[in-house]
């Protein structure tokens, strides 16, 4: 399977190796692996792993469970982290481009049966929701919108996915 093979199994499935909304803190390190670093703040705790970020609050037991995870595309043009893509996805996806465009990923959703339909435009960003998942995907519309300058040629582009996001908390009743 490929990186776009993982990309497109979170849009259309909202997990990642298994793991999504609902799964504890250990649930995700036994799935994504024990290299990320971890972020408390305000009684939630958000979880990093480059490419992955998980974000997670108690739930009513006081239990910390996931309420939310995106995976951050653009990290991988400029990340100069050691590995901003978790060794477990690399070794079951190989290698991860630092670009996926849109179109490439929406016609692999579409052909497992999906439907994406644009939910929301902004100046710089185009956000498309996967109807059987609720996840959301990023687009950039503008990769230069505050007009600062040429966008970097080995940058993000038109077109390219910024990221795809889950999170029934985030987007409210459908």
Known sequence: MSALGFY???????????????AS????EAAVGADYLDVPEGGLLR???????VNFSPDAQGQMSCFGFGVQIHRLIHDQSPRPVP?????????????????ELRAAIVTLGHSVELDHTSRDMHRYRVLDSEARIHVIVDPDPYGSGDPDPD?????DVWSIDMSPTWWGPK
């Not at 979880?47 to 970020?53: C, N, W």
């Open 47 to 53: 979880r990093d792993y480059g490419l992955v970020e």
């Open 8 to 22: 497109t199994q979170v849009a259309s499935h909202g997990d990642v190796l298994g793991t999504g909304i609902g």
């Open 87 to 103: 060794s477990r996805l690399s070794q079951q996806f190989g290698a991860f481009a630092p670009r996926v465009p849109f179109e």
């Open 155 to 159: 940058g993000h582009q038109v077109g």
């Open 25 to 28: 803190p250990d649930s995700w």
